[in-house]
């Protein structure tokens, strides 16, 4: 089928709510994919931090095919291993408490909502602003985003967002605060780092106030800035963190991992999902968390993400570059949107628009020098147009 016979299905099928760019991929490995062209692309996005150990990691490829064939799904009323066992690597590489596993980034994000009211009843969701938490009613409420909220009015009550500032955080926290969430790196908004400070704050005003604190580690998790878990190069240690993108390697899953303090809030009966971790997706989940959890890996992505930095920083209209490890953006004097359509159509470098003069780069935590410097060189060629 033609790209412009797809294109016409999605016309005629398909709720318009993306803005796809024109190019069908057909197959990957590692850092790089192909389109139905043969045409060979080095992948600097990762699905959005989703594919971060390269596309079709071998690890994560076999744990599925051994397990699809033998048990796709038993629901959570029974036990199945991968699950169990993915929980214990997630608790006993982070928080020491437990895990609440379901879908998606938003769906974890739902789960700490509900756990945090549970908790502290009836209490506020504190969150800054150009926050991204998810889409779904709750996860939206806590995204203040004029443009991604205002069509879906009324939201969910009890959201309050303030500047990521310490003195307006702590201003906003009180004995009403159930919880306080937040991005140690906010992803969407452009890979903008919350300070030391700032997190340091929230911390001592939730210990103060008895509420919980929350790290969204949808995107900044799973090694991407050069640590298992993003809080670990913070000095904060939160109550509770939520997980999804890269967690399923490449498949959907969703984690709310919390400390020992709430293990044992949500009790049987108060939440739940169908699907959460069925022994497939757990199984994948299992062997990248393996592969993540390894020194020699977060190594390169602190070198390679400090290689790639200074590589951007030298850039002909890249005025700025921020972020950690490979969670990398640059501010560019250009329109971003067509930097990104240019790297995509005539570079075959696959990165993104956060914002109409920024662009993001999430590659493979696997990635090479080699392909690091390719992608600077074909970087440098989109800019200068
Ligand atoms: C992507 C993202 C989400 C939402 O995840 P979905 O899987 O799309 O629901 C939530 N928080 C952050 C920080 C994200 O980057």
């Known amino acids: ?18 803005a796809r ?33 390269g596309h079709c990691h071998p690890r994560v490829v076999a744990a599925v095919r051994e397990q699809v064939g033998r048990l796709m799904h038993t629901s959570n009323l029974f036990y199945t291993e991968p699950a169990m066992r993915l929980a214990e690597g997630l608790a006993q590489s982070s928080l020491g408490g437990k895990v609440y596993f379901c879908n998606s980034g938003a769906e974890a994000n739902e789960a700490a909502i509900k756990l945090a009211r549970k908790a502290k009843p009836r209490g506020d969701i504190v969150v800054v602003h ?19 909220q205002a069509p879906f009015a009324p939201l969910v009550p009890g959201f309050r967002a303030v500047a990521p500032e310490p ?19 906010q992803g969407e908004a452009g890979v903008n780092i919350l300070s030391e400070e700032l997190l340091a ?40 963190f939520t997980s999804a993108k890269a967690l399923g390697g490449g498949l959907p899953i969703g984690a709310l991992i919390t400390g020992p303090r709430l293990a044992d809030v949500l009790q049987p009966g108060d939440h739940g999902s169908t699907f959460a971790a069925g022994p497939v997706v757990a199984a994948a989940a299992l062997a990248a968390l393996e592969e993540t959890h390894d020194e020699l890996l977060l190594a390169n992505v602190r070198e390679m993400g400090a290689r790639l930095a200074d590589g951007l920083a030298q850039l002909p209209h890249v005025l700025a570059v921020r972020g950690r490890g490979l969670m990398l953006a640059c501010e560019v004097d250009l329109s971003a ?28 935590l696997t990635i090479s020098p080699d392909d690091v410097d390719d992608a600077l060189a074909r970087l440098a060629r989109a800019l200068a147009g």
């Open 1 to 18: 089928m033609s790209l412009a016979e797809l294109r016409e299905l999605e016309r005629a099928n398909v709720v318009p709510s993306y």
């Open 21 to 53: 760019l024109p190019v069908e991929f057909v197959r990957g490995e590692g850092a790089r994919l192909w389109d139905s062209d043969g045409v060979e692309y080095l992948d600097f996005l990762c699905g959005i931090s989703v594919t971060s150990l």
């Open 130 to 148: 150009n926050a991204f938490h998810g889409r779904t009613y709750g996860a939206l409420s806590a995204t203040p985003q004029e443009s991604k």
């Open 167 to 185: 003195a307006a955080l702590a201003a906003a926290i009180d004995e009403h605060t159930a919880a306080v969430l937040l991005e140690p790196i």
């Open 201 to 240: 704050c929230a911390r001592e005003a939730c210990n103060q106030h008895g509420a919980a604190l929350v790290f969204d580690e949808v995107q900044c998790g799973m090694g991407r800035t050069g640590t298992l878990w993003a809080y670990e190069q913070t000095g904060v240690e939160p109550d509770a």
């Open 337 to 364: 949107p067509d930097v990104v359509r240019r790297a995509l159509l005539a570079e075959h470098l696959i990165v993104n628009a956060t914002g109409p003069t920024t662009v993001r780069l999430l590659p493979p």
